[in-house]
């Protein structure tokens, strides 16, 4: 059985974010996430790069972020809705954002 790249990708950031990960047999395009979560709606993307306008936007960010801000680039489509615009954050970034939401609870910190 294979392991592609793509699977170790939604694996690992299921268990970044307390996920769990839906095997493509389980699911059709556009019917569940590519990770089961209480609270998010987690769809992967693995690519071999990322564009460099969003990679300078995000850099902008943090670059401009003081202590205790979280940076964040938002992209908007010309003629778009803002409600609809894209918030690009880093990994990291959401799961300290998400665990400070939802601590866990006294019996989850003694077992991790």
Known sequence: MTNPAWKRTERA????L????VPVSGRQRGDA???AHDRLAIE????????????????QAEAAARPGQLPVAIVHRHGGK????LA????????????????KSHSQKETA
Do not use: N, T, Y
Request: glycine residues 4%; proline residues 6%; charged residues 30%.
């Open 88 to 103: 690009v954050l880093r990994l990291s970034d959401l799961a300290a954002l998400m665990a400070a939401e939802c601590p």
């Open 33 to 35: 996430p590519d990770i």
């Open 82 to 85: 803002h409600a609809d615009d």
């Open 44 to 59: 992967c993307k693995r690519r071999r790069s990322v564009p460099a306008w969003l990679l300078e936007a995000m850099a």
């Open 13 to 16: 950031i299921a268990e970044r």
């Open 18 to 21: 307390g996920g769990q990960r």
